[in-house]
């Protein structure tokens, strides 16, 4: 029973907390680097740096003294009312960061409310150009980009969808890129191509005049398990977008903030989005952060048109983007996307040596340290182990058992898959790495037999 079902915490006093179901877990005190404990004293890793958001580790100490000195200063200055430094700086050192053409930053509290925003920067640019026939969004099935309703009308899981359907209007899907279960004869590049043409062929059945962007994530996150496809998918739907006059759109909440080697995935590929959303990493976890970039020219024209008509009370305030700048500063000074790069390399590797001892592991993908695996019973076509096993709690809870976090997720009801992600903190070590794979192989084989079992039966 989990603990919000329960009723029970540390102190064993009836909880007045509710949240959605999940297994009964322990309650946490701390944590130190890649590592947590619990009020037992027991340790864990976190392999996943909890949803892919503790990018730079637990109970840094440049954080906490940047939370602290802000907090002695003011913590909060709504932005109708006043500009802030903290907030001003970060922009600027954003800006620095990201490709060329995404210099101006929005701030708000997390990944949804940063896709909300970037969906409407895209309708008042439409607006403010004369467009004002586009607003539909093309997203992509399998995906995920938050679970308030506008985020949840872009996510491609009907399950999560389903019940608020009749609230909001779901936009429409295209097939996620799933090039390595592509038919027999077709190359990798050809696969590409065929599922970056389906942006064009939606946007025509749509009504070109009619569609305002494509959303999607450059390397996936929950939803796909890290999937990423052959570099000349970006590129041709780059292509597409421009021709048609639609915006490009680039989730980044998981894959941005150093994750996968870049500032932002999107460099991987030499493609620049229209626009790009950031949260998790952006401030690691210490407080809630998000963040859309664009290009001053959307901007100003926005602004001439009256402004962007949109914000929050939390926008821009100046101790969350404190400590978003310490975070960044500790990227840039201890070369955390290099080691993103160099660890995630390695990692990858030992990951891929699974994959002779594990016929059950489909493939292994992802960039830097936003690695992911999926189980299937047919390595060749990606058919999935049958939804009966929930295979995506067994193997994450044999994980647990065992003092690893992984992140887990199963796909479309069972139809894509069991997907996990391995995705720890951009400070790993080499020796970190080995802990991981040790642990995780012997959680594999623990989950083995169950899953030739269920292969066995067809």
């Known amino acids: ?159 999560m969808a389903g019940p608020f359907a009749p609230m909001m209007p779901i936009m429409p899907k295209i097939p996620t890129p799933y090039c390595a279960y592509r038919p027999a004869g077709q190359s990798l590049e050809e696969s590409a191509i065929a599922y970056a043409d389906e942006l064009e062929a939606e946007i025509t059945a749509q009504g070109p005049d009619t569609v305002l962007a494509f959303i999607m994530e450059p390397v996936g996150g929950a939803s796909t398990g890290a999937l990423t496809a052959p570099d000349i998918y970006y590129t041709r739907v780059r292509e597409i977008c421009d021709r048609h006059g639609v915006l490009l759109i680039f989730d980044e909440v998981m894959s941005g903030a150093g994750r996968t080697g870049r500032y932002l995935a999107a460099e991987h590929f030499g493609v620049t989005p229209d626009i790009a959303v950031l949260a998790k990493g952006l401030a690691a976890g210490y407080v809630p952060l998000g963040a859309i970039l664009a290009s001053r020219r959307m901007v100003e024209t926005i602004q001439a048109a009256g402004g962007f008509a949109h914000g929050h009370t939390y926008s821009a305030g100046p101790l969350a983007c404190a400590i978003g700048r310490a975070v960044l500063a500790e990227h840039l000074d201890n070369d955390l ?94 020796a970190q790495i080995d802990e991981i794979m040790d642990l995780l192989t012997e959680s594999l084989r623990a989950f083995a037999p169950e899953a030739r079992a269920a292969i066995a039966q067809g």
């Not at 026939?133 to 399950?159: C, E, F, N, W």
């Not at 590797?349 to 019973?377: P, T, Y």
């Not at 067994?394 to 894509?416: K, P, T």
Request: glycine share 10%; proline share 6%.
């Open 1 to 159: 029973m989990s603990l919000a079902a329960s009723g029970r915490h540390g102190s064993n006093r009836p909880s007045s907390m509710f949240f959605w179901p999940t297994p009964d877990r322990p309650v946490i005190e701390r944590g130190e680097g890649i590592y947590v404990w619990d009020q037992s004293g027991r340790r864990y890793i976190d392999a996943c740096a909890g949803p892919q958001t503790a990018n730079i580790g637990h109970g840094n100490m440049r954080v906490r003294e940047a939370m602290a000195e802000q907090a002695a200063k003011i913590s909060f200055a709504f932005r109708s009312h006043f500009m802030n430094e903290p907030a001003e700086e970060l922009a600027h050192e954003l800006a620095a960061v990201a490709p060329d053409g995404l210099d101006m930053a929005f701030f708000c509290s997390g990944g949804s409310e940063a896709v909300e925003a970037a969906v409407k920067l895209a309708r008042q640019h439409a607006l403010a150009t004369g467009d004002g026939t586009r607003y539909k969004i093309v997203s992509r099935m399998p995906s995920y980009h938050g679970a308030t309703l506008g985020a949840l009308a872009l996510t491609g899981d009907p399950q």
């Open 337 to 430: 996307m290099g080691n993103a790069a160099r660890m995630g390399a390695i990692l990858k590797s030992r990951l891929e040596g699974l994959l002779d001892e594990f016929e059950f592991i489909g493939e292994v993908r992802g960039k830097g340290l936003l690695l992911g695996f999926d189980v299937i019973a047919d390595r060749a076509t990606g058919r999935p182990l049958p939804p009966d096993l929930d295979a995506y709690l067994r193997l994450a809870q044999e994980a647990y058992d065992r003092g690893l976090v992984i992140y887990s997720r199963r796909v479309l009801n069972g139809r894509r898959g069991d997907n996990f992600l391995i995705s720890p903190p951009l400070i790993v070590t080499e």
